[in-house]
């Protein structure tokens, strides 16, 4: 068990990691690793969740939403109720994450320093060109709010030995081909039904709605009449693109970049290599008296892929003659490499070669020479590198010069516009979510609703949008969040209360209907009374069905019908009617499907269900005491 644990720690947790921190700490800083404050949300087992463990949490899951959903979410956002469980589903996430880190501390799951260093070094937010590079590295956790590299160590270190325990729970289900087939039998299975659609706009005419009952909704319902807080802001942008369309490089310039830099342009020699091995086994010198004896049979003239085929080891390049393809230096094992380049000419085969694989004869079956890629070839490819690189100095200077400009005049922005030669812009209104790039950025959102912009009405600090785009914003106009006056939206909702009410009215017609169904009575003239009558649809899938999505959900959820028993429902349309929906028969496929990922899924299903498990029986012994959640200055901004 502990090693699937640790093993846990390797592969993808090193390659996402990093964008989860960003995402957490750039909106709400590093928060219970450095918060001091005896504040809490809840109580796990004696450990204290506290209020700005929350605010982080929440207010990241705020704006992964947001940028998911957009204006959807700000919808959802207006429901007090769909609020009110997202709050709840954030401490609910701590908890579990608590129990889970409690819970790798008592089984003693650690996460080395060695292996915390190895998952920073890999990163390749933290590389350049392909190394990592230290600077950067700092520049971008001190961005995230790690302002000390321990801070960030013991972050990752959390995470890492959480993601540990999760995924060796998760990673260990499975699926049996009879479960699989099960499911595919299932999903396969169709349904004869008969079902009737009740228009509800036939009721509109028969219900009324009073002004007391529109005035009523709207103090109920407010949040979903409020205008939402919106700004204008004047800015600064440094971004690298402009500033490389700028520069003029010249045709001199390109060739003198070629010429020094000419060692980057070739292309190493490179070489096709055969070979055949035989390993070490138990018993060392019989390999080497049967390597020998490939080498003798060689010399005496049979083929070299034959032999690899009949003789080597390594099945996979024995298959293909022996065949390793293109080699270059600084890939295979030392030895093997050496004797690889001393090959001549195409044909000649080494001596035994002694590597830490086994014993080998290697091959020369293709050669190309070293080469150098001509000027012309790659000139505009230069000559963009060229500007981007010059563009990438200037964008550090401006960007430095941006942030002291604006700090020391913090103001206005025409002195730090000037001083590095830009012109201040004004953006179109702006509210939380559903802003055009790079406004829709979390760091950017979180700057133009700050205290310091809206409040001080100063500058904000510089923003470092990505690696290549920063901006200084500041409020030029400020659009509190107002509830709209209830003349403005009277039509609206009578209308909804007019839907809502022919709905229900529908609703209770069709329930009479079903229950006569039920007693089974004859309902034709009933249906028609209403401007409905039955559709028979035989052999209704579950899925890709040409009827209503809805109707066929239910058809399937509905028991199988038995004699002298009604299978039947009713259920609401998206659009508000009603539908009568009547089960008659449940059969097979006669063309089953057969999922491919069927096994997946359900593996999925399981390693989600066996996660859920394990936080229960945490959940079990465990002492939890929450609190009650206080609206915060994140909650209040949004």
Do not use: C
Not at 403 to 410: C, G, T, V
Not at 448 to 455: E, H, I, P, T, Y
Not at 510 to 526: F, H, P, Q, R, Y
Not at 547 to 562: R, Y
């Amino acid at each position: 068990m502990l090693e699937k644990i640790r093993e846990g720690s390797q592969g993808w947790i090193a390659k996402t990691i990093l964008g989860l921190v960003i995402l957490t700490f750039a909106v709400a800083g590093i928060g219970s690793y450095t918060n001091s404050v005896d504040t809490s949300v809840a109580e796990v087992n004696g450990v204290k969740i506290t209020q700005a463990d929350y605010d982080k949490a929440y207010q990241t899951q705020r704006n992964r939403m947001a940028q998911q959903f957009g204006d959807m979410f700000e919808t959802l956002s207006a429901d007090p109720n769909y609020m009110a469980n997202f709050r709840q589903g954030v401490l609910d996430n701590l908890i579990n994450e608590t129990l889970i880190d409690q819970n790798s501390y008592e089984m003693g799951i650690r996460v080395s320093n060695e292996m915390i260093k190895k998952t920073i070094r890999e990163m390749p937010e933290f590389q350049t060109d392909g190394a990592f590079d230290n600077n950067r590295y700092l520049a971008i956790i001190n961005q995230a709010g790690f302002f000390q590299p321990s801070d960030f160590r013991d972050y990752l270190r959390t995470e890492m030995t959480r993601r540990q325990l999760t995924q060796s729970l998760v990673g260990s289900e499975f699926s049996l081909p009879y479960q699989t087939d099960a499911m595919n039998a299932l999903q396969s299975q169709q349904r004869d039904i008969r079902y009737a659609v009740i228009s509800a706009s036939q009721f509109e005419s028969t219900v009324e709605v009073t002004d007391a009952e529109i005035d009523a909704y709207y103090q109920a319902n407010q949040a979903q009449f409020r205008n939402q807080e919106k700004v204008k802001l004047d800015y600064v942008a440094i971004d690298v693109a402009a500033i490389a369309n700028s520069i003029n490089v010249t045709d001199a310039d390109v060739e003198s970049y070629y010429n020094e830099n000419i060692d980057s342009f070739k292309a190493e020699e490179q070489r096709r290599i055969s070979h055949i091995l035989v390993e070490f086994g138990d018993d060392q010198s019989a390999s080497k008296a049967k390597i020998d004896d490939v080498l003798a049979r060689l010399n005496n003239g049979e083929d070299f892929a034959e032999l690899a085929k009949t003789m080597s080891d390594d099945t996979f390049s024995g298959e293909n003659g022996g065949d390793l393809e293109w080699l270059e230096r600084g890939v295979m094992d030392e030895a093997f490499e050496e004797a690889a380049y001393a090959l001549a000419n195409v044909g000649d085969y080494s001596e035994v070669v002694e590597s830490s694989f086994g014993y080998h004869i290697i091959a020369l079956t293709d050669f190309k020479a070293e080469s150098i890629k001509a000027l012309a070839e790659i000139k505009e490819e230069l000559r963009e590198n060229i500007s981007t690189e010059q563009a990438q100095e200037q964008y550090f200077e401006l960007q430095q010069e941006l942030a002291r400009l604006s700090f020391e005049f913090p103001d206005s922005l025409e002195d730090a516009a000037g001083g590095i030669n830009q012109e201040v812009k004004t953006t179109d209104w702006l509210s939380r979510g559903g802003n055009l790039p790079p406004f829709n950025e979390p760091a950017l959102i979180e700057a133009a609703f700050s205290d310091l912009v809206l409040q001080d009405q100063v500058n904000s600090d510089i923003i470092d949008v990505n690696d290549d785009l920063a901006i200084v914003v500041r409020l030029n106009e400020y659009q509190a969040a107002t509830v709209k006056p209830l003349t403005e939206v009277q039509d609206g909702i009578k209308a909804t209360l007019v839907s809502q009410k022919a709905t229900e009215a529908a609703t209770n017609s069709v329930n009479e209907l079903l229950t006569k169904l039920n007693s089974g009575e004859d309902i034709t003239e009933a249906l028609t009374a209403l401007g409905a009558s039955f559709e028979v649809q035989a052999g209704v899938g579950r899925y890709g069905s040409a009827v209503d999505a809805n109707i066929s959900k239910e058809a399937f959820v509905l028991p199988h019908p038995t004699e002298g028993v009604v299978s039947a429902a009713t259920v609401t349309l998206t659009n508000g009617d009603l539908a009568l929906v009547q089960v008659e028969a449940v059969k097979a496929s006669d063309t089953p499907i057969v999922n491919p990922n069927a096994a997946e899924q359900q593996t999925s299903l399981l390693a989600q269900s066996a996660y859920q498990s394990y936080v229960d029986s945490l959940k079990v012994d465990a002492k939890i005491v929450r609190r009650q959640l206080s609206e915060t200055a994140g909650q209040r901004q949004f």
